[in-house]
Nanobody, 114 residues
Framework: VQLQASGGGLVQAGGSLRLSCAAS????????PGWYRQAPGKQRELVAT???????NYDDSVKGRFTISRDNDKNTVSLQMNSLKPEDTAVYYC?????????WGQGTLVTVSS
């Protein structure tokens, strides 16, 4: 399984970005894709994720601003990020959990300027 993330960049505070992650390889129908982020000097943390039952979980800091979505036909998961804040600056990683393993993408940098 390989995950390819894209969509990061530089944006001003209050702006929007959309991240996408495409999965290839042996993808199972019941899986749990999600997004994590790691800011400089901090641990990697959950941003938003689907559970294997299809529910969504969001970190409190992004609720109401970020939306995770998926396209099962294309094996993609996206993260729409609105009202971005400087504290959202981080490397964003997509992650896929499915029977057989946990897989990570390479990360895409999001920088929010004040």
């Amino acid at each position: 399984v390989q995950l390819q993330a894209s969509g990061g960049g530089l944006v001003q505070a209050g702006g929007s970005l959309r991240l996408s992650c495409a999965a290839s390889g042996s993808i199972f129908s019941h899986n749990a894709p999600g997004w994590y982020r790691q800011a400089p000097g901090k641990q990697r943390e959950l941003v938003a994720t689907f559970t294997s039952s299809g529910d969504t979980n969001y970190d409190d800091s992004v609720k109401g601003r970020f939306t995770i979505s998926r396209d099962n036909d294309k094996n993609t998961v996206s993260l729409q990020m609105n009202s971005l804040k400087p504290e959202d600056t981080a490397v964003y990683y997509c992650r896929l959990v499915q029977p057989g393993g946990i897989y990570w993408g390479q990360g895409t940098l999001v920088t929010v300027s004040s």
